[in-house]
């Protein structure tokens, strides 16, 4: 798929909003992917996730024995790559604010992919490779649907994004005053009680 082309899916699903957010990094941008108004059409889901499979094939990465997503974004993104890869899927979740594997065991040395939906700063992504390995896990790259940092997003791994979208973001004490003047509301999990 192109670039255009996964962007085309979430902007039909209505799924990029204007306004003032506030990141799960703590960054404040005047953009939002909404990736969950996208992952409620199963099929542009499909579209979207069996594009992210072949890519991460042809990274020529070897065996991959699981894909681990970090919850809740990476949940359906993560399973219907894994559907594609023909390999099971687990995820992560935050327990006291780390991410852990509450649900499942993984084997020592097990070959794993995690899947994402957005890498803004590369945070989540780098958490969720960090509880991996303390498990044993041998991380083999990061894949996510959309990299807003334009390719500048350390995830500690290799990164594989089916598109790269350079949306600004901003530090809260460092915003342009239009940002500034709407009010800042906060869509993602983190945090959340
Ligand atoms: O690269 P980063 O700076 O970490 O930003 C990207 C992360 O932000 C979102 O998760 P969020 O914590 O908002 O919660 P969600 O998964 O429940 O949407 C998204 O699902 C990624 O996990
Ligand atoms: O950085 C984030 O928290 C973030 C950005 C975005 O566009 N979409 C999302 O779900 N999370
Ligand atoms: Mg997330």
Known sequence: MTRDEVLSQFRDAGAILEGHFILTSGLRSPVFLQKARVFMYPDKTETLCKAL????????????????????GGLIPGYETARHLGVPA?????EDGEFRL??????QGA?????EDIVTTGLSSRETVTSLKALGA??????????RSGGEADVSVPLVALAEYKV????PDNLP??????????????GLN
């Open 138 to 147: 041998e991380v083999l790259a990061v894949a996510c649907l959309i990299d």
């Open 168 to 171: 600004p973001a901003y530090e």
């Open 177 to 190: 005053p239009e940002l500034a003047a709407l009010p800042a509301v906060k869509p993602g999990s983190r």
């Open 102 to 107: 509450r649900r499942f065991e993984m084997p």
């Open 111 to 115: 070959r794993v992919i995690i899947v």
């Open 53 to 72: 499979a072949e890519k991460i094939k042809d990274a020529g990465l070897g065996e991959i024995d699981y894909i681990v997503s970090p919850a809740l």
């Open 90 to 94: 687990m995820w992560v979740e935050r």
